[in-house]
C-alpha cells in the first residue's frame, strides 16, 4: 500500500497520516500534470511520432535545425507545440514536394492548442489550400494560438482555416512570394446569427508584420482574406505592399465573408496600388489605421452583385435572394455592405468608418465606393468619420497572447514511501 506522509503539519498519529493520504489519492485524478515529449531531431517523422504519442495539454518541443517535409505535419490533440525558434539557429523547415501543407491542425474540443517558434519556407505555385498551415477546429473553441513563427515564400496562400474556432495568430512575420491568411466561416450561419462587435467571438488577428516584396500589380498581395460568412479582428499588425479584402459570392461562389473589425494597422507602400483595405460584403467597423503611400483608394467598397455579379443573379429587383425594397432597385442585395441576415429577413447594420489617417496619399481617410453605389449608400449602409455608437473593442492584447499557465504541481510537504 502506498502510505503519504504529510511532513509538514502532521509529526505523528499513524491513523491520521493514512486519512490525508487516503484523501490525496481521491484527489489525485483531478490534478493535471501535462507531460513532455523532445522530439530528437526536426525530421518529419519524428516529430509526427511524438506528436501521436502526446495526450491532450502535453508539450512536444523540437530541436533547431534544418529539415525538408515532403508531406504534413497532422495534429488531432491540443498540444504545446513549440520550435527552437524562428530565427537563425532555430527550427528551420522547408517545403517539399507538391500538393500539401507543412501543418495540418484539427482542434480538440478541450484544452489549448500552442504552435511557435518555426520558420517555415517555401510552397507550392499550384497549392492553393494554406501551403504553411491548416487550421481547422470546432466552432467556439477559443483556445487555439499560432505565434512567433516565420513564414517565408508560402505560395499561394499561407494559411487557411477556420475563422469561427476563434484563435489567435500573433507576433509573427509573413515575407516573400506568397499570399497571407483565408479564413472560412459557417457560411449562411454566420449571417442568421446575432452579431455583436466587440466580443471575443471572433478570430484575432494582431501584432503581425506582413512585409511583402513590392506588389506584383495595383492589387499587391493578399494579406487576409474572408469567405464563406466568418468574423475576425485584424488589429495592430504592420502591413506592407498589400491589401485586406472581403470576398463575396459574386466572386467565390460561396457565402460573402461577414463580419470584420480593422483597427490600428499600418499599412505601407512606395508604389501604386489600388487599395488597402477592400470592402466586397458585410458590416463592422474599421478605425484608426494609417494608410502610407500612393494608394488611389486607401478604403475601397464594392458590391459585385450590382456591377459585376458573374455566377449570381444581378441586384436589380427581380432576385428573391435580395430583399428588392420597392423603389430601390433590389436593395438590400444579398450579402451587401451594410446588412445582416439576408434576403427578406435583413436588416440594417451600417459599417462604420472613422480616424483613419491618409499620409502620402490623395485619397479619403473613409470608405469609396467604387461600384454599386446605387445600393451601398453613405450615411445609410455606412457611415464615414462617425465611431460606431456603444462600441468598445475587445481586450488587448489578446488573453490568449499571455504566458501560458504552468502545470500544477503536487502539494508542498509529501513524500512517498
Given at each position: 500500500m502506498v502510505k503519504f506522509i504529510i511532513s509538514t503539519y502532521f509529526k505523528g498519529g499513524e491513523s491520521m497520516k493514512k486519512f490525508v493520504g487516503c484523501i490525496f489519492m481521491l484527489l489525485f485524478p483531478i490534478l493535471s500534470f501535462a507531460g513532455q515529449w523532445n522530439a530528437q531531431t526536426c525530421e518529419l517523422t519524428e516529430v509526427q511520432n511524438k506528436v501521436n504519442s502526446a495526450s491532450n495539454g502535453d508539450t512536444v518541443t523540437v530541436p533547431a535545425g534544418n529539415c525538408t517535409w515532403n508531406a504534413a505535419l497532422s495534429i488531432t490533440k491540443n498540444i504545446v507545440l513549440t520550435g527552437a525558434g524562428s530565427g537563425a539557429g532555430g527550427t528551420k523547415i522547408t517545403y517539399g514536394g507538391t500538393n500539401h501543407t507543412l501543418f495540418h491542425v484539427e482542434v480538440g474540443t478541450t484544452g489549448k492548442m500552442d504552435i511557435s517558434g518555426f520558420r517555415l519556407v517555401g510552397g507550392d505555385g499550384d497549392y492553393w489550400n494554406g501551403t504553411a498551415m491548416q487550421l481547422w477546429g470546432p466552432a467556439g473553441h477559443k483556445n487555439m494560438r499560432v505565434h512567433n513563427m516565420v513564414f517565408d515564400g508560402n505560395s499561394q496562400w499561407t494559411i487557411k482555416g477556420s475563422s469561427y474556432t476563434n484563435g489567435v495568430i500573433d507576433n509573427c512575420t509573413f515575407k516573400g512570394y506568397a499570399h497571407g491568411i483565408m479564413l472560412y466561416g459557417r457560411g449562411a450561419t454566420d449571417w442568421s446569427t446575432p452579431l455583436v462587435l466587440?466580443?471575443?467571438?471572433?478570430?484575432?488577428?494582431?501584432?503581425?508584420?506582413?512585409?511583402?516584396?513590392?506588389?506584383?500589380?495595383?492589387?499587391?498581395?493578399?494579406?487576409?482574406?474572408?469567405?464563406?460568412?466568418?468574423?475576425?479582428?485584424?488589429?495592430?499588425?504592420?502591413?506592407?505592399?498589400?491589401?485586406?479584402?472581403?470576398?463575396?459570392?459574386?466572386?467565390?461562389?460561396?457565402?460573402?465573408?461577414?463580419?470584420y473589425e480593422v483597427y490600428n494597422n499600418t499599412f505601407w507602400s512606395n508604389s501604386s496600388m489600388w487599395k488597402a483595405i477592400d470592402i466586397a460584403s458585410g458590416t463592422g467597423v474599421i478605425w484608426g489605421n494609417t494608410i502610407d503611400g500612393p494608394y488611389q483608394i486607401p478604403i475601397g467598397g464594392i458590391d459585385y452583385k450590382s456591377v459585376d455579379p458573374r455566377s449570381v443573379l444581378p441586384c436589380d429587383g427581380n432576385d428573391p435572394a435580395d430583399q428588392n425594397t420597392l423603389g430601390e432597385s433590389g436593395w438590400r442585395c444579398q450579402y451587401q455592405i451594410g446588412t445582416l441576415y439576408e434576403g427578406a429577413s435583413a436588416i440594417s447594420y451600417p459599417l462604420y468608418i472613422w480616424n483613419n489617417t491618409i499620409i502620402n496619399g490623395n485619397g479619403s481617410n473613409g470608405m469609396v465606393v467604387t461600384g454599386g453605389a446605387n445600393h451601398v449608400k453613405a450615411g445609410r449602409d455606412y457611415f464615414n468619420n462617425v465611431a460606431r455608437p456603444g462600441y468598445v473593442p475587445y481586450i488587448y492584447p489578446h488573453p490568449l497572447t499571455q504566458p501560458l499557465t504552468k502545470t500544477p504541481m503536487p502539494p508542498g510537504g509529501i513524500s512517498v514511501e
Open positions: 466587440g466580443a471575443r467571438d471572433f478570430f484575432f488577428i494582431e501584432n503581425n508584420t506582413f512585409d511583402w516584396p513590392t506588389n506584383v500589380d495595383t492589387s499587391g498581395w493578399a494579406t487576409f482574406d474572408l469567405d464563406s460568412g466568418g468574423r475576425v479582428v485584424f488589429r495592430y499588425n504592420t502591413v506592407k505592399h498589400s491589401i485586406f479584402e472581403t470576398h463575396d459570392k459574386a466572386r467565390s461562389g460561396l457565402v460573402s465573408g461577414q463580419a
